[in-house]
């Protein structure tokens, strides 16, 4: 379910978190309320470590404490895999 959504998550070479989403979810990226959303979740997952983030039409960046990137990367893992299966099971529960 999770590529569905997700193309990748990686660390780049200034030590920011880059997640690529599929194409076809990248309109969403698009609102000041998708991107302020994003903010808000990212921020309330990494606590203290985040810093910032920016977003694009098929990416987001988060940059966050330094010496914390790989443990900060997994926990947006989790956090983006834990907001699609609610979703998921948000909208089988609609469909019955």
């Known amino acids: 379910m999770f ?3 997700i193309k990748s998550i990686h660390i780049d070479d200034a030590k920011r978190i880059v997640v690529n989403v599929q ?3 990248a309109e969403h990226f698009l609102s000041e309320d998708s991107r302020k959303m994003l903010k808000e979740m990212t921020s309330k997952a990494l606590g203290a470590d985040f ?3 920016e977003a694009a039409k098929t990416s987001f960046r988060v940059t966050v404490a330094e ?3 790989e443990a900060s990367k997994v926990k947006i893992e989790e956090e983006i895999k834990k907001t699609i299966d609610m979703a998921m099971s ?3 529960q609609g469909e019955k």
């Open 3 to 5: 590529e569905m959504f």
């Open 23 to 25: 194409e076809s979810i």
């Open 51 to 53: 810093i910032k983030l």
């Open 67 to 69: 010496g914390t990137e």
């Open 90 to 92: 948000f909208m089988s």
